[in-house]
């Protein structure tokens, strides 16, 4: 009779399933590179990608962070952290043909260390008025560009006047 080994688990936060697009530059080299997560926690990401990374790098990455992650909404994270582990592909055991078509993805585990919230660049965009228009739109008003002086009185700055 044999035994299964007792394996302990050392993660402390709850791992989950999620593939999530992400991007990712090594900190101390201009190496950048996209990727997608396999499984993420507070503490942790697991995730593919064709970039060169090697072990005990520092590495920066780019994603949305769901919301059982941050136990409030859904938001783009910037994380920082250290390479764990680089797991390399493993070619197709079906022949030589199919050996020019193998997995060329490399697994990527990563120690968070800390993390920056970034503003929603969409909702962002939107509160914001345009300050420069560089071509007048259907949907926005169009501007009087006449020196103030040379506009007609009564009218509202920014409003178009005509005859």
Do not use: N, W
């Not at 920066?60 to 797991?87: A, D, F, K, N, W």
């Not at 490399?106 to 300050?131: Q, S």
């Not at 008003?141 to 506009?151: K, Q, S, T």
């Amino acid at each position: 009779m044999t035994t299964l080994p007792v394996r302990v688990e050392r993660r402390v936060g709850q791992r989950f399933a999620y593939l999530l697009p992400l991007s990712l530059r090594l900190c101390d080299s201009s190496l950048e590179g996209v990727g997608f997560t396999q499984d993420l926690s507070s503490r942790g990401v697991f995730f593919f990608t064709d970039a060169a990374l090697q072990e005990r790098a520092e590495i920066e990455i780019t994603l949305q962070m769901p919301s059982e992650i941050t136990l409030g909404e859904s938001m783009r994270v910037r994380c920082r952290g250290h390479i764990l582990r680089v797991v390399k592909p493993v070619a197709s055991a079906q022949g030589a043909s199919s050996q020019a078509h193998a997995e060329t993805k490399i697994g990527v585990a990563v120690r968070l260390e800390c993390y920056e919230y970034l503003a929603d660049t969409t909702e962002a965009a939107a509160t914001f008025p345009r300050v420069s228009v560089l071509h007048e739109h259907e949907h926005e008003p169009a501007l009087d560009r006449r020196p103030e002086e040379d506009r007609p009185l009564g009218g509202a700055p920014g409003q178009l006047h005509t005859g």
